[in-house]
Structures are given as C-alpha cells and as structure tokens.
C-alpha cells in the first residue's frame, strides 16, 4: 500500500436520525478523503453533525447511504461484532469526558482493549505493554492511580495510552480539549503532534481556533456538510514533554 | 476463547465494588445459611424420631380396642373396651412366633408419698412389657408373674415420678398412695426421655395390669395388648394371625369391620418419620424462599449496576467488547457473587446449626446432600437471577452509552 493511500474515504455519506416523526438529517451526502500521516481537525457550530460524523468514521455507527472505505476495506455493511473488531483493530478513541473506568489504576485501563483483543496476553504481557505506553504520553511513575487521584490533563493522557496501546491506524477524538484549560489543552496537542509524527493518523473535533491551528488540515463543517476543507497555513507546534 | 479474560474483566470490576459485592452476597450468604442450618435441624428431629421408634423395642407389634370404621372415622385406640385378657391368653398360646405378651391397661392419677403430690400416668402391664420395650431397671426389681395372679399392691416408677415425688431418696422399698390405696416401690426405670409425640417417657408408673383393673382404674377390658416376636420375618404372618384370632373370638362376620387395630412397629416409625419428614421439607422450603430473595437482591443489584455503569459499558464495547464479552462478564460476575455467597453461606450454615445443638441442645444432622445442593442451587440463582441485567447490559447501543449521565 502507497503511503499516500487514503485511510479513511468517505463516499456520499448521509446519516439520518428519525426520533418519532422528525427527521433529522445530521450529514448529508459528505465525501472524504484522508491519506495515512494527516491531522485533521474538524470545525463547526454546534448541531452541524461534527460527532454523527465522528461516530460514523470510529465504526460506532453505521451510515444511512453511501460507502465507508477503512483501509481499504468496506466497512459500512458489517455488523456490530465485525465492527468491535475494527474498533479494537484499527481505530483509538479519544473523548471530551476521558471515559477512563472509575476506581480503576491506569494501567488496567490502559489495558482495557486488550483484554479484548485478538491475542491472549498473560497479566505480565499486559502489564509490560501498557507500562510502555503509559510512559510515551509521559505518565511513567502513575501506574497505579485512579482517575481520582490524576489531573484532567493526565487522566487524558491515559485516555489517550489507551487508544494507542494496540497500534491504532487512526486515532479519533471528539472535542479532547472541551474539558481543559487552554496549557493543559497545548500540553494534549504536543503528544497529538508526536504522535502524529511518529505516522499515527488523527482525526479530530474542535470548536476552538487555536486548537484546530495544531493540526494540519481544517474541515469545516455546516448543515451536515463540509463547507471547506483546507490545509493549515500557519501551523502552532505546541510544546510537549511537559509533565 | 475469550472467556478467561471475561473473568480477569468480571474479577476486577467485582474488586472495584467491594462493599457492595459483599452486600450482594450478603443474601446468598444468608439464605444458604439458612437451607444448612434449617435441614440440618430437619434431620437432626427425624433422627431423634427415628432413635425413639427404635426405644419402642425390637419386633413388637401393638394391639388397641377400637378401629377404623368403613366410613373412615376412628372410635379412638383403645377407647371401646373390645379386648379382653382372654384375648391376650389366646394370642399367648395360639399365634406361632411370640415371644412375650403384655396386657395393658393404661390411666392417669393422682398419686403421692409423705406431702408431695403429682399427677401421672399409671400403666398396668405384664412382667414381660420391660423385656418388651427393653426397659431396665436402674434400681430395684420388677413385679413378678405372682404379683400379678394375686393383683399385688405393687409397683415401678419412671425417674420423673420418683424424682417428684420422692425427691433425692431413693423409692426402692417406699410406700406411693395412688388413689388412697398404698403400692410398694420395687424399682426405678432407667430413663427414656421424650416419646415421638413429644410426651415424657419417664413420667409414669407401672404396676401388674390386674392390680390397676382392680384397685386403681376398674373395668375388665383390656386398653391393649403388647406383643413381640422372635424376628422381623414373623411380624407380618403374626400380625395377620393376631387378626384373624381375634377376630373369630369377637365374633366379627366377614364384611364387617374389626373392632381392634393392630399395628407393628414399622408402621408407627413410618408414621412418625413421615411427620418429620414433612417437617424438613417445610423448614427447607421456607429457607429455600430467602435464598430466592437473596437472587432478587442480585437482580436488582445487577441492575442497578448495569444502570450505574452505562458509561464503562460504552467504553469497553467502544474498544471492541462484542455484546457477548459484556454478556458473559455480568454473567460471571452475578455467579461469582453468588457462589462465594454459597460457599460463606455453607459455613455459616454449619457453624449455626452446630451452635444450636450446642446452645440450645436442638438435634442437628449435616447431611452432605444438603450442602452440595445448596452450593449449586445458589450457583444457579446467579445465572437465572444474573441473566437478564448481563442481557440488558449486552444490549446497549455503544453510543449511547458513552453520552449517558
Ligand atoms: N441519536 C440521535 N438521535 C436524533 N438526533 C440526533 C442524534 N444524534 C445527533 N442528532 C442530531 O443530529 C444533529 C447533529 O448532531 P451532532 O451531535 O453531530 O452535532 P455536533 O456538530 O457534534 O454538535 P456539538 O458541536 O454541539 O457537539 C443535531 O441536530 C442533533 O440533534
Ligand atoms: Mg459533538
């Protein structure tokens, strides 16, 4: 496969919510492409169908009409266990909300789309491969606390170990600063920046400018449909490695 | 498959809720608890039944006058004064395979020694009832075949009565009034303790049954008749001459009804088990229901939890959990529960019921069966009782649940 091949196609994507007798075309016929190495960020006003979207290029839904190509591979016709495999595959997510289990170390929540993965690890592999991890977002040291006992900053570097624990081609995140402060949000864009420059692809929602000047090409989208897409011109690289 | 990291999954969620997991099997525990400790007292009554069955003595078949009448109604054992010492004489010498033959009369009276009074049961029997009911002495001796020809005032006393009455001394050779009439004590029982119908063994007063007909109760008619055989071979064949014999010497026309009931030993234990048995299915059906809450408690704990825990579902099936993994972890999580629950519960189960005999000196009797069924019953009341959450939970749409407050 060429370097530039497209990871992710989108072709003619509509979504449609029906709740009783309304209709809610959240997107509407969106074509799409992002080759491997890209940093996408998405904007738009709220309702616009930034997440519809998002959910629909994490496989946790499915599109109404129209094809999705995930490396190469349609996946808009599986079925919801063929889709959990994709998922756990292919795909990290990152959320506005870390959705890290409560009262659960970091490791094992790191650990956590291992246990459903396709190879059986022993507790020690899984706990040397989340180890790993946990120290490239910059974390060495917390193995063992709870979510309670870390930062939002740091419970989202965990949250983002453990999308990348088992080597996602995309990672996908949905406002991952909506919950932080503008230096800890530079400090999650520094690890996005690494990692993306170590060949990860990210696709990512945003509502703010600064953020979105982090990556490397904008999507805007209005009405379920992209408005514009471009690529960034003047590109903030956000310092990393602090801790 | 992926079902041992299903377990790592349940083991450590369950680890997560400690208080809780420990609340939620706090009702399996007590159930189970419950089913031991209620069964085990079940038995430990039945066995005390069956052991007092035994005390009756061995091979003894036991006439009354009275019967059933066609129409099902009892005229009560021993009330219509149809037998008759005649009777007992003929079963004596005529019927093949009996070994001894007691004629009895039975009534209670007021009797008394010095000051102290108390109110008894006053039993007339043959010398040979003792051998009969394999009821020794512990002090003394019995009446002889003498005694009874000349209806001899005199008589042997349970341990109660003599304890009552007589207090420390010993009875041996006193005076006990009954009636007025003034009997010679010539021995104690040894102590029999409760009869299966629950009444005091040793709270009683033999004498010859001639001298009861005579100077104590009156009458001429016989209440019933004791008789043994040499082996359990002859108690059918002797009861089915017992009742053809007598019979003949009553008159009674084919048709009709006897105007007697006999009865062998392995009748009344039936009888009397059977009582105990009933007795430990109740106590066991009634434990049973606190182990059936104890699954509500589950379900509603599961329930609660699968509510509770939406956002972890999302999670885990947002990084590739099937519905089948969330399935089987709620799963083994309610049967995890609930068989630590049953194995906590065996314990306390038999920790109570060994408490209650000891405290309370209450029979018990462990039965292996009653532990191994309890164990997997509890098992199962965390599949049945853990299904239906682990299928909502399986259920759940993953966006959905990741947007759930
Ligand atoms: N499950 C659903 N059922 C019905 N309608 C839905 C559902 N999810 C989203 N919508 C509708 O689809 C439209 C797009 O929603 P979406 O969540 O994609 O917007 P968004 O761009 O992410 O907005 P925000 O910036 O506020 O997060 C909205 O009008 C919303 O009401
Ligand atoms: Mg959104």
């Known amino acids: 496969m060429a370097a530039n091949h497209a990871v992710v196609s989108l072709e003619e994507v509509h979504k449609t919510y029906h709740t009783g007798e309304v209709e809610v075309r959240a997107v509407r016929g969106v074509s799409l492409g992002i080759a491997r190495g890209e940093f996408v960020a998405i904007m738009g006003s709220s309702g616009s169908g930034k997440s519809t979207l998002m959910n629909l290029l994490g496989c946790l839904d499915r599109p109404t009409s129209g094809r999705y190509l995930l490396d190469g591979e349609d996946v808009s016709g599986l079925d919801r266990d063929q889709l959990a495999d994709i998922r756990n595959q292919k795909l990290g997510f990152v959320f506005q909300s870390f959705n890290l289990l409560p009262r659960t170390s970091a490791l094992e929540n790191i650990e956590l789309p291992l246990l459903y993965g396709r190879q059986r690890l022993t507790s020690a592999e899984l706990e040397e491969k989340a180890r790993k991890v946990l120290a490239t977002v910059g974390l060495a040291g917390r193995e063992d606390h709870h979510p309670s006992q870390l930062s939002g900053g740091q419970q989202q570097r965990v949250a983002i170990a453990r999308a990348l624990i088992n080597d996602p081609e995309v990672i996908l995140a949905d406002e991952p600063t909506g919950n932080l402060d503008s230096r800890t949000s530079a400090e999650i864009m520094g690890i996005f920046q690494q990692l993306n420059d170590r060949g990860i692809t990210i696709v990512m929602v945003t509502h703010e400018a600064d953020i979105a000047t982090c990556a490397k090409r904008n999507i805007l989208m209005r009405d379920g449909t992209v408005q514009s897409d471009e690529p960034v011109a003047h590109r903030f690289l956000a310092q990393s490695n602090q801790t | ?405």
């Open chain 2, 1 to 405: 498959m992926r079902f041992e990291s299903s377990f790592k999954i349940a083991g450590r969620a369950l680890r997560r809720n400690k208080m809780r997991s420990v609340l939620t099997a706090l009702g399996i525990i007590i159930g189970v608890g419950a089913v031991i400790a209620m069964v085990s007292i079940g038995n430990g009554a039945k066995a005390q039944v069956e052991q007092q069955i035994a005390s009756l003595g061995e091979n003894v078949i036991l006439i009354f006058s009275g019967s059933v009448t066609s129409s099902g109604i009892r005229t009560g054992w021993g009330s219509a004064g149809t037998l008759k010492i005649e009777d007992a004489d003929a079963i004596r010498r005529e019927v093949p395979g009996v070994t001894a033959v007691s004629d009895e009369v039975v009534s209670t009276s007021q009797v008394s020694a010095g000051n102290q009074n108390w109110f008894t049961r006053i039993y007339g029997e043959s010398p040979e009832y003792f051998d009969i009911r394999q009821w020794p002495l512990s002090d003394g001796a019995i009446f002889t075949p003498q005694d009874v020809r000349s209806a001899n005032k005199v008589c042997v006393i349970g341990r109660t009565t003599a304890t009552q009455v007589f207090g420390s001394e010993s009875p041996v050779g006193q005076v006990l009034r009954i009636k007025g009439v003034p009997f010679l004590v010539t021995g104690v029982l040894t102590p029999k303790g409760l009869s299966p119908q629950g009444t005091d063994q040793d709270d009683i007063v033999i004498m010859p049954y001639t001298s009861a007909m005579k100077r104590v109760i009156g009458g001429t008619t016989l209440r019933g008749i004791n008789v043994q055989v040499s082996s359990p071979n002859d108690l059918a064949p002797a009861q089915q001459q017992i009742t053809e014999l007598l019979r003949q010497r009553h008159n009674i026309r084919p048709g009709r009804d006897d105007d007697f009931t006999v009865r062998n030993q392995e009748e009344i234990a039936e009888a009397a088990t059977s009582t105990s048995r009933v007795m430990t299915l109740l106590l066991g059906a009634i434990a049973s229901v606190s182990l059936v809450v104890g699954g509500i408690g589950i379900m509603n704990i599961m329930l609660v939890s699968v509510t509770e825990r939406t956002r972890e579902i999302g999670v885990r099936l947002a990084v590739g959990a099937h519905g089948r993994d969330i399935l089987t972890q709620f799963l083994i999580e309610a049967v995890t529960l609930s068989s630590i629950g049953g194995i906590i519960g065996i314990v306390v189960g038999l920790t109570a019921s060994q408490l209650l005999s000891a405290l309370a000196h209450w029979p018990t009797l462990i039965s292996i069966s009653s532990i191994v069924v309890a164990f997997l019953f509890s098992a199962a009341v965390g599949i049945f009782f853990g299904f239906y959450p682990a299928r909502e939970a399986a259920r759940l749409d993953p966006i959905e649940a990741l947007r759930y407050e």
